[in-house]
Each structure stands twice: as C-alpha cells, then as structure tokens.
C-alpha cells in the first residue's frame, strides 16, 4: 500500500512562493502517475496538475499555467509542486495523489495524502 504524505504550506503574502513536497513511501513513487489537487472546504476538489511516471508529460488547470510547476524526483520517492506569483484565490488545502495504473490525464488517483494548508493573504 503507498502513502502519501504532503508538507510546505504555510502562510505567503500574494505575489509569494511556496514549495509543496509529497512523499510517497510503501512502493516506487516511479510506478505511479502523480497529481495534485486542492480543495476548499464545502466546495468540490479541483484538479491542479499532474505528471507522468517518468516527468516527460505535465498537465495543468488553466488558472496556474505559467506560476506553478510540478515535478518529481524518483530517486528521493518525492513529487513536488513550486508555486510562484502566488493569488489569494490559491488559498486552499493542497492534495496529493497518486495513480497506479492510468495516464496522467485524465488523471484518477486512487491514492490520496491527508493535504497541506496554503493561505495566501492579500
């Protein structure tokens, strides 16, 4: 069974950075497609971006496409999503999730980490 564990949230001033790191544990990060996703409470999750089991091929919602970048390191069984230029409407709690068997998109996980506040203040 793998899991999932997401750190680096915080509280940033718009205009910001922050650096999320999703550590997988209990199989090869490199067997699966990863993603993340975020969330506000009382609202549907949202899709943010995924990558595939090599990080050849990315995805991305249309709201963050130039300011937020995954990757993945298969070595340190770590993905990673860096966002720049940080908006208050990225203010979210930040999931990670992972994807055995299909393509990184569409994108279904089957695997999800407990999630990271980020809060972006105005």
């Known amino acids: 069974q793998v899991q999932l564990v997401e750190s680096g949230g915080g509280l940033v001033q718009a205009g910001g950075s922050l650096r999320l790191s999703c550590a997988v544990s209990g199989r090869s990060v490199s067997w699966y497609v990863m993603g993340w996703f975020r969330q506000t409470p009382g609202k549907e999750r949202e899709f943010v971006a995924t990558?595939?089991?090599?990080?050849?091929?990315?995805y991305y919602v249309d709201s963050v496409k130039g300011r937020f970048t995954i990757s993945r390191d298969n070595a340190k069984n770590t993905v990673y999503l860096q966002m720049n230029s940080l908006k208050p409407e990225d203010t979210d709690v930040y999931y990670c999730?992972?994807?055995?068997?299909?393509?990184?998109?569409?994108?279904?996980?089957?695997?999800w980490g407990q999630g990271t506040q980020v809060t972006v203040s105005s």
């Open positions: 990558i595939n089991r090599s990080g050849t091929s990315t």
């Open positions: 999730a992972a994807d055995r068997y299909g393509s990184n998109w569409p994108f279904n996980p089957d695997y």
